[in-house]
């Protein structure tokens, strides 16, 4: 990502929150595991897309308009003997000279510098009700503003969630994003062809979960999006299992949830195969059914549609599926109305998806209704059918659980499928796996 695009990214940002206003954005801090080692460091999503910053514990602020630049930068201090223990630093020289900062400065100068630029603005956007001790901070920082300026100037009187206007900007993918999203997609998929072509009886969930990750980190991905599922047989039924400790077993399926994330950007892939390479016919039924109701789904995906079409769609096809299987009795309108599909199919059939995995942005409008999808706009179709493992259901397809899940781009005229990479039709599932 070059320089040049984040220089854009925080001019729409001051573009949309105006002249009067700041805007202030902290980066992640690290985070302790335990005795002195921490959690592998991810930078927040929203400092990094306005900054490209790669460290812990520094501030962005936006100053629209502001004379001597409009964004400041504060980060941690060059040590040479922290840094010959925990790594090199960019230091407030090099964010100037690299990161393009108008003007950096260390963190020690913060409580004198940000009332400084607090002062003269009218309102804050900053983040609110996620991290409280940095609330305090800027609460403070505003009292030492008012104090300084005792009336002279304004200090902002209002606060506004930094996401109200950022998170629509994540929301429409710049062409940039969507290069990043396509290499994620393209590792993930390549990533979910090595599990099935590995997929054998006997072997751990955690040996599938283990290869994920090294194809991931081998072509560029070091750090998974979520964390992976690898569910086999009835496991499948539990949505966010990820013990990955069960042995996958002979004429079970097994539901491999997984994504890399690449340079920041998620993947989320869902495929469901047989563990022997072969789909029994129960199998088969069901995955036919989930397959029709995701192409449905992402047949509706397109510029101007509801953002719930995709859902709409894939509940209809469900409902009726379940029908035809014998699974639900009745007429298939009526059982749709009274969500009769809820005990098989109960979560939704997508989300947002960028920098984080369930990405930000509003689903619905101000006065409710759901908002229509825009070209830039990235989603996951992701239907699934999770039957019990009881009297509910004939007993061929107890205990069977498939989800299949796709990353889709809206485009201008339509849609792209990101993650086209990893086949879902069984027959080309069957083939790849007899390779
Ligand atoms: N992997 C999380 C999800 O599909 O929402
Ligand atoms: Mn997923
Ligand atoms: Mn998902």
Redesign the pocket.
């Known amino acids: 990502m070059s320089a040049s695009e984040y220089q854009r990214r925080r001019a729409a940002l001051a573009e949309r929150i105006g002249p009067e206003a700041i805007a202030i954005v902290p980066a992640a801090r690290e985070t302790e595991r335990n005795a002195g080692v921490n959690h592998p460091f991810r930078q927040d999503s929203d400092f990094r897309y306005l900054t490209g910053f790669p460290e812990p514990d520094a501030i962005a602020v936006i100053v629209p308009g502001r004379e001597d630049g409009e964004f400041v930068l504060f980060c941690r201090e060059r040590d040479p003997e922290r840094e010959q223990w925990d790594g090199r630093r960019i230091g407030a020289e090099g964010a100037v000279t690299d990161h393009g900062a108008d003007q950096a400065h260390t963190l020690a100068e913060l409580d004198q510098r940000m009332p400084e630029l607090l002062a003269g603005r009218t309102r804050l956007h900053c983040p609110i009700g996620a991290d409280a001790t940095f609330e305090a901070r800027i609460q403070d920082w505003l009292g030492r503003a008012r104090a300084a300026t005792r009336g002279s100037t304004p200090v902002p009187e209002t606060l506004t969630r930094i996401g109200v206007d950022l998170h629509e900007l994540r929301l429409r993918k710049d062409p940039a994003e969507i290069a990043l999203m396509r290499r994620a997609a393209e590792i993930s998929a390549e990533g979910h062809r090595a599990l099935m072509r590995r997929c054998r009886p006997g072997l751990p969930e955690l040996s599938l979960e283990a290869e994920f990750q090294y194809r991931c980190a081998d072509a560029g991905a070091r750090l998974q999006?979520?964390p992976p599922?690898v569910a086999g047989g009835a496991n499948a039924c539990i949505l966010?299992y990820t013990e990955n400790d069960a042995r996958l077993r002979d004429g079970e399926l097994v539901l491999i949830?997984?994504?890399g994330e690449f340079e920041g950007y998620a993947a989320?892939i869902?495929r469901t195969f047989p563990v022997n390479g072969r789909f029994s016919t129960p199998q088969r039924e069901l995955y036919d059914l989930v397959l029709e109701a995701q192409r449905a789904a992402i047949a509706v995906a397109c510029p101007g549609a509801s953002v719930d079409a995709p859902h709409q769609a894939a509940l209809g096809v469900l409902t009726r599926g379940l029908v035809r299987l014998g699974i639900l009795e009745g007429d298939p309108e009526t059982l749709l109305q009274e969500g009769a599909y809820r005990p098989y199919y109960m979560?939704r059939t997508g989300?947002w998806l960028g920098m984080d995995?369930?990405d930000v942005g509003r689903y619905r409008d101000q006065d409710g209704a759901w908002r229509a999808l825009e070209p830039g706009m990235v989603i996951?179709v992701?239907p699934g059918l999770y039957m019990p493992d009881d009297a509910r259901v004939p007993i061929a397809y107890r205990g069977i659980g498939i989800?299949i899940?796709d990353d889709v781009l809206i485009t201008a005229d339509g849609h792209e499928v990101l993650t086209e990479g990893a086949p879902k039709d069984p027959e080309e599932i069957e083939a790849l796996m007899a390779s």
């Open positions: 999006a979520y599922i966010h949830d997984a994504g989320d869902t979560h989300h995995v369930h996951t992701e989800r899940e």
